[in-house]
Structure formats: C-alpha cells, structure tokens
C-alpha cells in the first residue's frame, strides 16, 4: 500500500491537476475570510469551503490515470487497493490544504465571538477548527468517491451529482459538514469553543463506508 501511495500522489503533483482545487480554495478564502474577523466564524468557513475541494480531489485522483495504466496498476496491486490509494492520497491533499488554512485563518484572525468583545481560547478555537476541517475533508471525501469513477462513469452524470450532493453536504440537516460548521459558527454567537467530535467520527463512518463501495465497484468493473 505504501508504494501505491506514493505512486498516487507523485502521479497527482507531477500532473498539476490538483492546482484548480487549490486555487479555487485559495480564492473562497481570500473572499470569505477576512483579516480580524472573529475566529470561530472565520474557521467555520474555512471548513466548509474545503467540502467541494475535497470531493473535486478525489476526482481527480480516481480519474487520473490513462486506461492502459490503471489496467496494469490494478493487475499487480488489485483494483480495489488501487482505488483506495487513489480516495487516501486526495483525502489527504485536502487535510493538508485544510490544516494549513487552519494556521493561516488563526492567525489573521481575532480571537473574539460574534459581539467583538468577549475572547475566546485561541488554541481551543484551532484544535475545533481542524476537527471541523477534517470532517468536511472526509465528507468530501465521500461525496467524491461516490460520484467518480467507478460509481459514476459518465461526467455528465458524476459533475452535477457532486455539485448536489455537496450542496446537501453542507446544508442538509444531520450532515456531520453541517453539525461541524454550524456548531463553530453557533459557538462564536455566545463565544464557547464547541469541538465537533461527533460531527469528525460520524464523517469517518460515512467516508469508509463510501470509499468500500467504490472499492466494490472497482474490483467487479476492471478490465
């Protein structure tokens, strides 16, 4: 497994797909997180934003390689290891981008709830916003391997499927994104640090329990 990783993830930076995603993160950043913001709030749209960026990555990754590629990957690891590999080096892409986010948000950002005044722990405030991040990290993560390769083979059907499953992901009630967000922003109304444990064990469910699927899928699809 480990060779298989690092073949995914030399295989995704050398092919500079994953720039689009990080751009289009950077960009939502720069618009929706502004410098002395209140830090809860800033950190709840950190973690939203890198939803569509995580699905967007796995994408990428489950649809990267040339056929005669992924034929002979598959042939010597197994198409479902190989699959996997592809599904852990985008989730990981995408904690990575996160986490840095996650530094860089504290930092510019003020230390106070939603009224300016009150202080909220500056470590306290970070640690949630990283367990927020990585739920919607994984919860992307799930979206994507759900509308990719081999779920979904067709773009036309797999594009509009991601952009409406991550919607719901984000807005839909009972969706651990949602509970992370939600729970950040609402802390910062009352300026209480809220981690979302739940939200994070509940996303790694749903994550596994989509990534097997396509898993699945990819073992009873090959070539």
Known sequence: MTALLRY??????????????FLLYAVFLAVGV????????????????????AAWLV???????????????????????????????????AAAFGTAATVVVTLV???????????VPVLGAAGAGLL????????????????????L??????????LLAVLLALVGTGSPAQAAVSGLVGGSRSA???P?????????LVCAAATALACVLTSRRAP
């Open 8 to 21: 995914q993830s030399a295989l995704l930076v050398r092919s500079q797909r994953w720039l689009p995603p």
């Open 34 to 53: 502004q410098a002395g913001e209140p830090l809860l709030d800033s950190l709840g749209y950190t973690a939203a934003f890198l939803l569509p960026v």
């Open 59 to 93: 994408r990428i990754c489950a649809g990267g390689e040339p056929p005669a590629a992924r034929s002979v990957v598959a042939a010597a690891a197994g198409p479902a290891r190989a699959h996997l590999a592809c599904v852990l080096v985008a989730t990981g892409a």
């Open 109 to 119: 950002s003020d230390p106070v709830g939603s009224d300016h005044r009150t202080r």
């Open 132 to 151: 927020a991040v990585l739920t919607c990290a994984l919860l992307g993560a799930a979206v994507g391997a759900l509308t990719a390769w081999p779920v």
């Open 153 to 162: 083979r067709s773009p036309g059907r797999g594009v509009p499927a991601l």
């Open 192 to 194: 209480t640090v809220r």
């Open 196 to 204: 979302p444990v739940l939200p994070l064990v509940a996303a790694a």
